[in-house]
């Protein structure tokens, strides 16, 4: 299985209660390893930019508040399938149906406020990070 690299955020609801470790160790411990990442605020137009692809479903607004509510943590992660891999400890959106032992179960407050963000797809992930990093910001 080839090394791959995918895009993370730790979300406001996270950094506001001081989880940006716990969450770190969890990615950490489940075979991922953070090459490259930073505390910002995002602005609403990174915020809209980042989720265009949601505009028009009815919860956008409010996504967009909630991301732009505090810091964030964005981070590169590499590793083995790490799209997927990082999708599998994510746990499901809603942390009411995510599996024990993934993050959004240990953490999530709710279906908004789920705690990480993570790329779905190789192509979405090579889209994000651009979004966020200069290639020169990613350390191996
Ligand atoms: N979201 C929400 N309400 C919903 C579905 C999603 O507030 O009914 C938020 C939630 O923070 C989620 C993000 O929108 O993580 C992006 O949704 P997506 O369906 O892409 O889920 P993800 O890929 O993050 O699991």
Redesign the pocket.
């Known amino acids: 299985m080839a090394v791959t690299r995918t895009f993370s955020i730790i979300?406001p609801d996270a950094t506001r209660r001081n989880l940006t470790g716990a969450v770190t160790k969890m990615l950490e411990d489940a075979g991922l390893r953070v090459v490259a990442s930073k505390r910002i605020h995002m602005t609403k137009d990174q915020a809209e930019g980042f989720?265009a692809v949601?505009k028009e479903?009815p919860?956008f607004g409010?996504?967009v508040e909630?991301m732009t509510s505090g810091p964030v943590v964005v981070q590169v992660l590499e590793g083995e399938d790490a799209v997927v891999r990082n999708r599998t400890i994510?746990g499901?959106?809603?942390p009411a149906d995510a599996d024990d032992g993934t993050i959004r179960k240990t953490y999530a407050e709710s279906?908004?406020?789920?705690t990480v963000?993570?790329s779905?797809s190789e192509e979405n992930a090579k889209i994000e990070i651009d979004f966020f990093f200069d290639e020169n910001e990613i350390v191996g």
């Open positions: 979300k989720y949601h479903r919860f409010e996504l909630f994510m499901a959106t809603n279906i908004e406020a789920n963000h993570g779905d």
